[in-house]
Every structure is written in structure tokens, then in C-alpha cells.
């Protein structure tokens, strides 16, 4: 699922595509009828395509019971959200319970919500990053699966620091992935506990 340019929809792809990251995108969701991972999916094959208006919904919740029957008809297991701007239901999460991922830039639990390039910034840390993580009922609070960290540079501005974050992303997130579905992982608390192989 992805409202907008689809950079780390597209790496993920490109991964399946090279054999680094074993998993099989069914079905690309955006709400946004215009955004760029819409064509991006497009032109890489994917075999679903879809946008789906929230307008066309009475609320949040119909809006996600519709997506979430198009993700069951298309026999996803997995739902990736790359970029995805939109706040889950708590009963789209139950429904899928565990098996939604999402990815996040910033070191959460720090700087949660829209803006975490923006927002760690703005505060003045000396390091941030991106994290993968789980979805839960709590706005990017869901266990940790993995993170990566970048430098804060005394020149940087809100877009530079994210586009470096981004660079961080395209490894983290297709490497996660891979991890999830070749390795897999148990819950111990709230520590994602990776199983050896
Ligand atoms: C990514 O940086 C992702 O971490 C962020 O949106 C960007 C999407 O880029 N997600 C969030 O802020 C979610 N709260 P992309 O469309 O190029 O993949």
C-alpha cells in the first residue's frame, strides 16, 4: 500500500525481480489516484493495480473493509505498506493482525507520525534513521523489526536529511523482507527475536 512516489515499492521490486527478496507482490493499493507507485507497479508487472478512493467511502472504516477484502481476494499474506500516509482502522489491524509492516523515517519511538525527517530535524538530534516495524494499534508503535541510522549534517534541511534516510530505506526495507519471509521471527515482549538459520 502506498500514497505517493513509490521509491521503496519500486526497490522491492527490483529485489524480487533479482532473486534478493523472496516475496511475490500480488497487489499494489494507493488512495491516491495520482501517485507515482500507481505506474511504477504498473510498469514493473505487477498483476493488481488498484486506487481506492477514500472519497467513495462513508469512513475510515469502509474505506479499509474495502481494501482489506481486495487483499484477501488477491491471497496476499503480507501487507507492506511503503509510504502509506493514511492512519489504519483498529479493525483493519486486528484483521490482518501481525501481518502488516510498515516503514518509518525516523528511529522510532522517536518522532512518530507525518513528519519524521522534519520533526528530527526540527528537535536537533545528532543521528536518525528508518525503521521497520510491525503494525500495531499504536501510530508507528508496533514492534521493531530492524532499523538503520544516518548522520544529521550541520547543513542539512528537512529534504536532504530524508533523502538520505530514503538511501537507507531502499537497503533496509527489501533486506527486512527477505529476513521476514527466509528466516523468520518470534515475539518476545515486545522484542522482535530473529530465528537462526
Ligand atoms: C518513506 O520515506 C517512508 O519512510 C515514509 O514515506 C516515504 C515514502 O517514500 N513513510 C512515512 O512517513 C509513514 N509515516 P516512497 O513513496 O518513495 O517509498
Known amino acids: 500500500m502506498a500514497s505517493g512516489r513509490g521509491s521503496n515499492l ?9 532473486g534478493n527478496c523472496p516475496v511475490d507482490t500480488r497487489l ?7 501517485a507515482p507507485a500507481l505506474q511504477t507497479a504498473r510498469d514493473e508487472g505487477v498483476a493488481q493495480v488498484l486506487h481506492i478512493n477514500p472519497k467513495d467511502y462513508a469512513d475510515r472504516a469502509s474505506f479499509d473493509a474495502a481494501c482489506g477484502d481486495a487483499i484477501e481476494q488477491a491471497g496476499c499474506h503480507w ?11 483498529a479493525e483493519f489491524v486486528q484483521r490482518f493482525a ?3 509492516i510498515n516503514i518509518h523515517p525516523a528511529l522510532l519511538p522517536a518522532f512518530p507520525g507525518a513528519d519524521g525527517a ?17 503494525v500495531d494499534e499504536v501510530l508507528d508503535g508496533g514492534p521493531i523489526l530492524a532499523q538503520a ?7 542539512d534541511t528537512r529534504d536532504s536529511l530524508h ?16 529476513r521476514m519471509v527466509e528466516d523468520g521471527f518470534h ?11
Open 10 to 18: 519500486k526497490v522491492i521490486l527490483a529485489a524480487a525481480k533479482a
Open 28 to 34: 499494489v493499493i494507493s488512495d491516491k489516484a495520482t
Open 79 to 89: 501487507i507492506v505498506l511503503a509510504g502509506y500516509m493514511r492512519i489504519l482502522s
Open 98 to 100: 501481525g501481518r502488516i
Open 118 to 134: 522534519g520533526d528530527a530535524l526540527n528537535y536537533g538530534v545528532k543521528v536518525s534513521g528508518c525503521t521497520v516495524h510491525l
Open 149 to 155: 541510522v544516518v548522520p544529521v549534517l550541520d547543513d
Open 163 to 178: 533523502a538520505r534516510i530514503q538511501s537507507a530505506e531502499h537497503t533496509l526495507y527489501p533486506e527486512t523482507l527477505r
Open 187 to 197: 515475539i518476545e515482549g515486545r522484542r522482535v527475536i530473529w530465528n537462526q538459520v
